[in-house]
């Protein structure tokens, strides 16, 4: 069982949509310039331009997230091997792996769905202000769960690992 279960865990890493995550700190430090390509802003009004550039923000702060999600899952892992009598422990850290995989699929999902202005020119263009400034106002709220879904998840697999740390 904990076999399929490490493998599933890491299938599921290897396919997932994050790939061009940054790996050291001075990508890390690049990323927000990485991360979203520059987007044609200049279609959109001043206020549709602050909230969408608002909300990149919270997308490319959330993608600061995606490399703690993929370190608490490393972590959980090893407390589950190193307590593998201990029913509750796996149980916990089920739970908690199934949490944060689910974080990670929300923020792929969003990314996948969201209408950037340089891939979706023509629906910006086809749109009027006050769609726009909707679309935006709802992508910005959205954006808001899948951040704390992901901020959740994280603090929670933490706390279990230290809870059953050796």
């Known amino acids: 069982m904990k076999q399929f279960l490490l493998i599933l865990v890491i299938f599921s890493y290897l396919t997932s949509c994050n790939t061009d995550q940054a790996t050291t700190s001075e990508d890390k430090n690049n990323l927000s310039s990485t991360t979203v390509p520059p987007q044609k802003t200049e279609l ?3 206020t549709a331009e602050n909230l969408y550039k608002i909300v990149q923000a919270r997308h490319d702060t959330a993608m ?7 370190n608490v899952q490393a972590n959980l892992q090893k407390t589950m091997a190193e307590n593998p009598r201990l029913k509750a422990v796996e149980e ?7 949490a944060l995989k689910q974080a990670d699929k929300a923020m792929m999902d969003w990314m ?4 950037s202005t340089e891939m979706h020119e023509e629906a910006y263009q086809a749109m009027s202000e006050k769609e726009i400034l909707d679309y935006l106002y709802a992508e910005d709220e959205k954006m808001k769960v899948v951040h704390e879904q992901m901020v959740t998840s994280i603090a929670k697999g933490r706390a279990t690992i230290q809870k059953y740390k050796k």
Not at 92 to 98: E, F, K, R
Not at 112 to 115: G, L, V, Y
């Open 44 to 46: 959109l009004s001043p």
């Open 92 to 98: 916990m850290v089920l739970g908690n792996l199934y």
């Open 64 to 70: 600061l997230l995606m490399n703690d999600i993929t």
């Open 112 to 115: 996948h769905n969201f209408k």
